[in-house]
């Protein structure tokens, strides 16, 4: 007896799911085609289905149920009240989530119209969808990543501008120099045989200055265009600093500039010798160049963990905050004070920069009591001797 009541109520319920599902799979595919005509609608029509789908399939589920006489007139009176009240319910939350992506969708709208104009939001505007939070975030940050390309591609193009007029001047002083003085010469101006060496060896300054220019140029090129491939090897430091020191001070002009070093160890760094002594070189002759008469240039070496610190230290007076940031920045010369005189080739920094960062090393500068300080840190040659 027991048996058969369970049996038939197994039955009952099979029965009942199964004209639940009969009614609930048509109602999912009309929700289904109307949520895909409407994809390009709003999002409130498109979350009224949402909504709505589910209480259509209840209801017409129960109405199937009560003409099998599985519910009494009153208890489908019941349930459909119940739900009407849950389709209210969800209408109402479906136009509150509707209104407030519309809101956030207006937000990002004018975020991207702002973004268009050129405007560089600090924060992205609130809310009340994470998605959409997401997407705001996103946009921010991409305008903060496009704002800074902006500056350097501006930076970069006043650079250019800065060395194209820096060059043509350069070139213009002693070009006009030396054609000065061989007008003279051919004209008979001067035949002293004394002036006349006098004037050649005029020449020969100017010429010199012309060929350092030409070949700073050239460096920057390498550097600039990517091709720059330098083949390293284990250097003795003492003796590249050493090297460098003695050749600036046989280069100072007669200058009264004392230049000094402190060396640590007979420590070895993997560099390109050539390229390494012309980063020094450029570092002491800037130095020499900007540190008064009677002052002192110092170099000294230290070891920090699994680099080798340079650091060349003069007495300058120091480089003004703003123009930290741009001192290794092509064409740039600084104030009045620091700007190249006839020894210089004024690219000696910007040089100086790309071949340390060809050898895997970096350089940065920094004020000090007096004056300044260049550091430039190199990869030790570890476990190749010494």
């Known amino acids: 007896m027991i048996g058969s009541e369970v049996a038939g109520g197994l039955a009952g319920t099979a029965t009942l799911a199964a004209l639940t599902l009969c009614g609930a799979v048509p109602v999912a595919l009309v929700g289904i085609w109307l949520a895909r005509r409407s994809r390009s609608s709003s999002v409130g029509r498109q979350a009224l289905v949402v909504a709505l789908v589910p209480v259509v399939a209840t209801w017409v589920g129960a109405a199937l149920a009560a003409r099998a ?12 009240t119940i739900a009407l009240t849950a389709a209210a319910v969800g209408v109402g939350a479906s136009c509150e989530l509707s209104r407030r992506v519309r809101s956030d969708a207006r937000r990002l709208g004018q975020l991207s119209r702002d973004i268009a104009a050129g405007v560089v939001p600090e924060s992205a505007p609130a809310a009340a969808v994470g998605e959409l939070a997401v997407v705001g975030d996103q946009l921010t940050e991409m305008s903060r990543r496009l704002d800074e390309a902006h500056r350097r591609e501006l930076a970069l193009e006043r650079s250019r501008r800065e060395l194209v007029a820096w060059v043509s001047h350069d070139l213009r002083s002693p ?6 003085m061989a007008e003279a010469l051919e004209d008979g101006v001067v035949d002293e045989p004394a002036d006349v060496r006098r004037y050649l060896r005029a020449i020969g300054v100017e010429v010199d200055r012309l060929t350092l220019l030409v070949d700073d140029l050239f460096e920057l090129s390498r550097i600039t265009s990517g091709v720059l491939a330098l083949r390293t090897e284990p250097v003795g ?45 450029n570092l002491l002759d800037n130095a020499v160049r900007h540190t008064p008469e009677g002052g002192t240039v110092l170099t000294t070496v230290s070891i ?38 006839s020894a210089g080739g004024g690219l000696g920094l910007t040089i100086a920069k790309g071949l340390v960062e060809a050898q895997d090393g970096c350089i940065d500068v920094s004020n000090r ?6 550091t430039v840190r190199l990869p030790l040659a570890t476990g190749e001797g010494r």
């Open 175 to 180: 070009l006009a120099a030396v054609r000065a």
């Open 304 to 341: 920090d963990g699994s680099e080798a610190v340079i650091a060349v230290i003069d007495e300058c007076g120091g480089i003004p905050a703003d123009d930290l940031g741009r001192v290794f920045d092509v064409a740039f010369r600084g104030d009045v004070a620091r700007r190249r005189d």
């Open 369 to 374: 009591p007096g004056g300044c300080c260049f």
């Open 237 to 281: 430091l003492g003796e590249l600093v050493a090297d460098a020191v003695d050749a600036a001070s046989s280069a100072s002009g007669g200058r009264t500039v004392r230049l000094a070093s402190d060396v640590d160890g007979a420590e070895r760094v993997r560099v390109s010798p050539a390229e390494a002594s012309r980063v020094l070189r």
């Open 69 to 80: 006489m599985f519910l009494s007139a009153h208890d489908l009176t019941a349930f459909v």
